[in-house]
């Protein structure tokens, strides 16, 4: 197992378009989580599975963002009519449920909206 | 609401010395708090996690103490080396059941040879 995996690394959409990303995260993780991170700022809670339900979702999350993770096993997220403000850098982590485990990230996917 | 405060400023300080970073959070009460390191055009990766009823934690270089009393968190590494120049990132957790983190904006620190 190499970690958890990104893909693509970039995307550059024009505005309107819809784009999708995929994250597969560490086998035996059961929790995975998206995250967005805008440049000087940490990363923000966007959505959180545990196996292949979601159990929360940020309120700020506009409608135009989905994600699912089909058998519990890799996830996607989708975003509709991309908007310019949709640019940032896409991070998925998965973790253990277990207590002393930390999240392993991916390396992120960078959005940008032209 | 729930607000987590790292030094904006970049951290410079000089190789062999004893880098220390804070992280003070209000309106939260944290059942546990980690501490990541980002570098640039990265994920970050995971480097501590010490719980309420924690005061310290080491591991190697590092060193973590968290106050619940005073609202904050002090992160240490001994004996800086220029290869620990990045951005730390703070992050918060629940209690309920490790669920999501809320991270902090992270401090940049820059070790000089």
């Known amino acids: 197992d190499t970690g958890v995996s990104q893909d693509p690394r970039h995307k550059i959409t024009k505005r309107g378009q819809n784009v999708t990303f995929r994250c597969d995260p560490i086998?035996?993780?059961?929790?995975l989580y998206w995250y967005r991170q805008t440049l000087g700022q940490g990363p923000e809670f966007l959505t959180y599975?545990?196996?292949?339900?979601?159990?929360?979702k940020s309120r700020l999350l506009s409608d135009r963002f989905s994600a699912e993770r089909p058998k519990g096993s890799f996830s996607t997220l989708e975003i509709q009519r991309t908007e310019q403000g949709d640019s940032a850098m896409y991070l998925c982590?998965?973790?253990?449920?277990?207590?002393?485990?930390?999240?392993?990230f991916g390396s992120g996917t960078r959005l940008t909206v032209v | 609401s729930q607000k987590i405060e790292q030094n904006s400023e970049a951290l410079n300080i000089q190789e062999g010395k004893t880098a220390t970073l804070t992280c003070n959070y209000t309106?939260?009460?944290?059942?546990?708090l980690q501490w990541y390191r980002q570098d640039p055009g990265r994920g970050p990766v995971f480097l501590l996690l010490?719980?309420?009823?924690?005061k310290e934690k080491r591991k190697e270089r590092l060193k973590v103490t968290f106050d619940t009393t005073l609202k904050q968190s002090l992160f240490h590494i001994t004996a800086s080396q220029p290869a620990d120049s990045a951005t730390y990132l703070c992050?918060?957790?629940?209690?309920?059941?490790?669920?999501?983190?809320?991270f902090g904006a992270g401090t940049r620190l820059a070790v000089h040879p």
């Open positions: 982590a998965s973790s253990l449920a277990e207590a002393n485990y930390g999240y392993t």
């Open positions: 086998s035996e993780h059961n929790r």
């Open positions: 599975f545990q196996n292949e339900a979601q159990l929360e």
């Open positions: 309106n939260y009460s944290p059942a546990y």
């Open positions: 010490i719980r309420e009823n924690e």
């Open positions: 992050a918060l957790g629940d209690s309920g059941g490790y669920n999501k983190l809320i």
